[in-house]
């Protein structure tokens, strides 16, 4: 049997308040639901999830149709995102490739 997938709070409200400004950015520019779902290359109904906040929408998904609604993800300046994007790229190269548990138990009874 599947088990349910639950959310945070704060997930929950996030995705709520993403889909709520897609709406706004949508009708202040005045696309219907329909307009918006096609140049997004989605359903209607994929778009009613995102815009009432439904957890199961990808988020490249979400994404796409945010910017096409005018919504800012980022930074709106191509230059500024792809400057933070290698900055991002750099300071992951100077982390560890991977994360593991510690074998050792610290002793830390003093």
């Known amino acids: 049997m599947k088990r349910k997938r639950t959310y ?34 989605i359903s209607r109904t994929t778009l009613h999830n995102i815009e009432k906040g439904a957890p199961g929408v990808e988020i ?22 792809s400057a933070e994007n290698a900055r991002l790229a750099e300071k992951l190269t100077l982390l560890p490739k991977s994360v593991r548990t510690s074998r050792t138990e610290v002793d830390d009874d003093f």
């Open 8 to 41: 945070a709070r704060r997930t929950r409200q996030a995705l709520s308040i993403m889909g709520k400004l897609i709406r706004i950015g949508r009708m202040e520019r005045g696309m219907t639901a329909q307009e918006l779902a096609d140049r997004a290359g």
């Open 60 to 81: 490249g998904t979400v994404f796409e149709a945010a910017s096409l609604a005018g919504v800012p993800l980022f930074e709106n300046d191509e230059t500024a995102l």
